[in-house]
């Protein structure tokens, strides 16, 4: 490549606490509620009035930041942000400045080369804006407030920038959406936008270390629309550098539907918001036994779960990422290999994120609404393995346990699916094959080797699906072999 992007990005959760970060209002879904029913003085921003900070958010926050392998600073201060917009009631938003709530951490990711360090510059607490709705109706253009949202807490994780690929990008925000979720301090529900991200983007010379002019791209709300905006970002640098034009600094939104950046304002400094100190809440002190008994309390996190995953049950490494990136897929997994007698964990790790993988996305079903147990999916394996049936009808009856719940060995007894091993069978539907198609097997001995496999599908197309393939193949290659009569 001519140039080499730089990422940067900045990724916004809200935090998963009963209550919001400065007041007693309930944290509520927005996409549910009804506009403006929980909002009081102090999220409204009424003068008078006095926040609180709650604890609870400042003990998620400190485990994504330990999680993150961040400091975490023993004194951290809120600051007002300025900025004046409809969803921002107090027309400044109560964040954390020069003393962020923890900084200099890292999360390692995995890449088709190798794992890449990305570090984490900081993070820290601040509370959401509100929401608007904007109306197009006959004409007559208007917004609406919801502040439902305002005050909700929200944790700020920033990346030095770090990353140099889409694949770098992906694996970072994939991996820090499953550390919040496997911490339970963020549902994930990126639909309901508890993620945001927002992305800084610039390029240049391959080989060089000077950082080129950056843009910021806010509110990207999906994986899909995060990494199309940054590679919409790299060519429309691209040809601007090309045409010997300058990159200008700026803030950009992303316009979903025609796939294009567009210019919001100039980029703010940090002068821009002028940044003080919140008059109105103390530094926040966190004491040290504090952290460290939040930090034994952490769960077992996704890349460690990755790493036993590959040690103990002999999985490749893409593999086990792909069941730790949802808590509940990996726990099925593990459940589903403490089942399995003769069979080997990997095969469950390839059918689930093969086959049920393929079937949650056709139906839209998450796992956690899938009607089959673990218990029942390693019966099937085992049905398998022992050669009861075959991986076609393997398949098949994973289709139908899937709708309907029913366990293997109902659906193989209820349609006769069971998996045909009779020698003597084998060989009389064999027999009959070769002697319906005898131009085919006049070809095939005249050299073309490959209507081998055709005449082997004729014979399992016969058997309906149900011969054993091993002894199907064998008794074949054997017929096959003998001259001419």
């Not at 919001?20 to 409204?44: E, I, L």
């Not at 109560?94 to 990305?118: C, F, K, M, N, W």
């Not at 197009?136 to 690929?165: C, F, K, Q, W």
């Not at 055709?454 to 011969?467: C, I, S």
Request: contains cysteine; charged residues 25%; hydrophobic residues 40%.
């Amino acid at each position: 490549m001519k140039y080499e992007p730089v990422i940067g990005l900045e990724i916004h959760a809200e935090l998963a606490t009963a209550t919001k970060m400065f007041c007693s209002c309930r944290v509520v879904d927005t996409t549910q509620s009804a506009p403006n029913t929980t909002v009081c003085p102090v999220c409204a921003g009424m003068p008078g009035t006095l926040p609180v900070v709650n604890r609870k958010a400042v003990e998620y926050g400190i485990k994504v930041a330990l999680a993150l392998e961040c400091t975490v600073q023993h004194s951290s201060i809120f600051a007002r942000k300025n900025y004046f917009y409809p969803d921002l009631p107090k027309g400044y938003q109560i964040s954390q400045y020069e003393y962020p709530l923890a900084i200099h951490g890292r999360l390692v990711v995995d890449t088709s080369e190798g794992q890449h360090t990305i570090r984490v510059t900081r993070v820290h607490l601040e509370e959401d804006t509100g929401k608007l709705t904007h109306i197009h109706n006959g004409g007559e253009d208007y917004s609406l407030v919801d502040l439902n949202r305002a005050g909700v807490p929200l944790l700020e994780i920033v990346s030095e920038p770090d990353m140099h690929s889409i694949e770098d990008v992906r694996g970072y925000a994939t991996g820090l959406r499953a550390i919040v979720r496997e911490l339970g301090v963020n549902s994930g529900d990126m639909e309901k936008g508890v993620i945001r991200f927002e992305a800084n983007v610039s390029l240049r010379p391959a080989g060089s270390e000077v950082l080129g002019t950056r843009v910021e791209i806010k509110n990207l709300n999906s994986f899909r629309a995060m990494e199309r905006a940054i590679l919409f970002e790299i060519e429309r640098q691209s040809k601007l550098l090309d045409a010997g034009q300058a990159i200008q600094q700026e803030t950009l939104g992303w316009d979903e539907p025609n796939q294009t950046t567009y210019s919001q304002r100039s980029k703010e400094e940090a002068h821009d918001y002028r940044y003080f100190p919140e008059p109105d809440l103390p530094p926040l002190v966190v004491e040290a036994d504090w952290v460290e008994s939040i930090r034994a309390s952490l769960p077992e996190l996704p890349w460690a779960k990755a790493l036993r995953f590959v040690q103990s049950f002999g999985l490749l490494p893409a593999e086990a990422s792909m069941l730790v990136y949802e808590r509940e897929i990996a726990r099925f997994f593990e459940e589903t290999a403490g089942h399995l007698k003769t069979v080997a964990p990997r095969t469950a790790a390839v059918w689930l994120t093969g086959e049920v993988f393929a079937w949650m996305n056709q139906t839209g079903t998450p796992l956690s609404e899938i009607k089959i147990t673990p218990h029942q999916f390693a019966a099937l394996l085992e049905e398998i393995q022992s050669g009861k049936i075959n991986q076609n009808t393997g398949k098949s009856v994973l289709s139908e346990m899937l709708k309907t719940g029913q366990s293997a060995d109902q659906i193989i007894q209820s349609k006769g699916l069971a998996q045909v091993s009779d020698t003597e069978f084998i060989a009389e539907l064999v027999g009959k094959v070769l002697n319906d198609y005898p131009d085919e097997l006049n070809s095939f001995r005249a050299g073309k080797t490959t209507l081998a496999n055709w005449l082997f599908g004729q014979a399992m197309k016969a058997a309906g699906g149900k011969a054993n393939p091993a002894i199907l193949r064998s008794e074949l290659e054997k017929r096959l072999k003998q001259p001419p009569e």
